[in-house]
């Protein structure tokens, strides 16, 4: 039986140019993605799963674990492809800041731009510093910072 491997999508290195922008499609959180994160997290904070504790909180409804919003925002970006099969290692999160609250309803998208690369050959590959502003359905920048990602250079 012969085993395959599919092909990298992924941009390799030298393939990132600093400049470069992408936006992703966008993602709708729900009830459930909340209830599911608090599970895998054990965060069960009333002001994310309890409505009617939340009515009286300061932003009047539930709001989303802005680590959900991390980590759907990790998913927004691998459905782009650019670091299918060439990313080595998630790196360094750098200057995080949640600017606004993501609620049940809300539709977020990414728009990234590459603003720093450093070939690493002992690595095989390279640094790549990625801007990310996160934005929901309104314009409104939900959380923004960088990330640093480890990449394959080219065979």
Known sequence: MTTTTPANRGLYFEEFEVGQKVKTVG???SES????????SGDFNQIHTDAEFAKDAPFGQ???????????TSGLIMRVGL????VIAFREINNWKFINPMFIGDTIHVETEVIETKALPRIGGGSVTIKL???????ETVMRGAWTVLVLSKP
């Open 27 to 29: 993602r709708t959180v």
């Open 133 to 139: 502003d996160v934005k929901k359905q309104t314009g």
């Open 62 to 72: 539930r709001v989303a674990h802005g680590l959900l919003g991390v980590a759907i």
């Open 83 to 86: 670091l299918e099969g060439t």
């Open 33 to 40: 993605d909340i209830f599911t994160f608090a599970g895998l």
